[in-house]
């Protein structure tokens, strides 16, 4: 073959692999813009576009009145199911989570990957506003400390020990170092569950973690019997981990005008409710944390503890403490 002809076929394989590429990325061709692209005649453009239709997942289409042609991923792919792309679009309403991160606009893309990819995908127009999470607040150290937050995640997939300094409630700054198993949200906020050196569970706030770095060789993730987060929160009322508190029962009496609320809404999973003779009565079996004690007192006088009798006494004194302040004021 001489070298012209391998030149000339050299260069019509080049055309087409080029318009497969913009297919591919999303375009739709007709033989004029094909041409323009390519740089040759309507008629030739036409004979590249021909010879694609044949390939897989190529589309005939109408572009006003000119037939054109696109690139439809389902039709080799498989079209995800709509559970996948309704999973998708919720999972991109966490965006403003982490607002100012590439996080926010990743969330986005990987939905809008997935709805290119479905033959529904025109009824999710404003699917922003049709598939909501509210986020009160986010996290308030994003953007700031989103390179803290890329050496986290860096330390959860790659299972590597992480050293950071970390400030407590009491604004008390200590040094910390972890086997770092997951990345939690919870209310809003970002939460890094890790295990100490003495092998307890510990979760850390994200705003409140300094100065983390990877620092170790790499550990092995422990089994699911050894660590299912399921299992650790399943009686906590919040992120709070303290195996070192038994699970209490708590009885809470509410006022009558709750019996509705209580009726359709769940506070924990081992929640019982009985509405019955004018009373709303909840019991849960919980460790006993500052959640709990800050969820009864947020009914204010609408709500009065039955059991355990040691809670119902700290809450009361609580409400005492708050009721000389207001009259100090």
């Given amino acids: 073959m001489s070298s012209d002809s391998e030149t000339r076929r050299f260069t019509q394989l080049n055309r087409t692999v080029q318009l497969i590429a913009d297919l591919m990325a999303g375009e739709i061709h007709d033989r004029n813009s094909a041409a323009e692209r390519l740089g ?3 008629a030739a453009a036409d004979r590249q576009l021909r010879a694609i239709e044949r390939l897989p997942g190529v589309k005939k ?4 009145r000119r037939r054109a042609y696109r690139f439809d991923p389902a039709s080799s792919t498989g079209a995800p199911p709509i559970a996948v792309l309704i999973g998708a679009c919720f999972g991109a309403s966490l965006g403003p989570l982490f607002e100012g991160t590439t996080y926010q606009k990743a969330l ?3 939905r809008d990957h997935l709805l290119g990819q479905s033959r529904r995908s025109g009824s999710f127009g404003e699917v922003e506003r049709k598939f909501i999470f509210l986020s009160q607040g986010g996290e ?3 953007p700031e400390k989103d390179a803290q937050l890329e050496e986290l995640i860096g330390a959860v997939l790659d299972q590597q020990p992480v050293s950071f ?3 407590d409630f009491n604004s008390a700054i200590r040094s910390r170092r972890v086997q770092p198993l997951s990345l939690a949200v919870y209310k809003h ?3 890094l569950i890790g295990r100490d050196r003495n092998g307890a569970l510990r979760s850390f706030r994200f705003s409140r973690i300094r100065n983390a770095e990877m620092d170790g060789r790499p550990f092995t993730y422990p089994s699911k019997s050894e660590y299912d987060p399921d299992q650790v929160f399943a009686q906590s009322f919040g992120i709070f981990t303290n195996d070192e508190q038994r699970v209490e029962h708590v009885e809470l009496k509410l006022a009558p005008r709750w019996a509705a609320h209580v009726k359709s809404h769940r506070w924990h999973r081992s929640q019982r409710a009985k509405v019955a003779d004018g009373q709303v009565l909840i019991h849960l079996d919980v460790r006993i944390c500052p959640e709990v004690e800050a969820w009864i007192l947020g009914f204010g006088e609408e709500a009065e503890v039955l059991q355990p009798r ?5 809450i ?3 409400v005492e403490a708050l009721r000389q302040r207001y009259l100090a004021g």
């Avoid at 289409?61 to 006003?64: A, I, L, N, R, S």
């Avoid at 040691?310 to 700290?314: A, G, I, S, V, Y």
């Fill in 40 to 42: 040759i005649q309507p």
């Fill in 61 to 64: 289409v109408k572009k006003g």
């Fill in 108 to 110: 986005s893309d990987a």
């Fill in 140 to 142: 308030i150290a994003l």
């Fill in 165 to 167: 300094d970390y400030e």
């Fill in 189 to 191: 906020q970002l939460y």
């Fill in 310 to 314: 040691w809670l119902r006494d700290k």
């Fill in 316 to 318: 009361s004194k609580r």
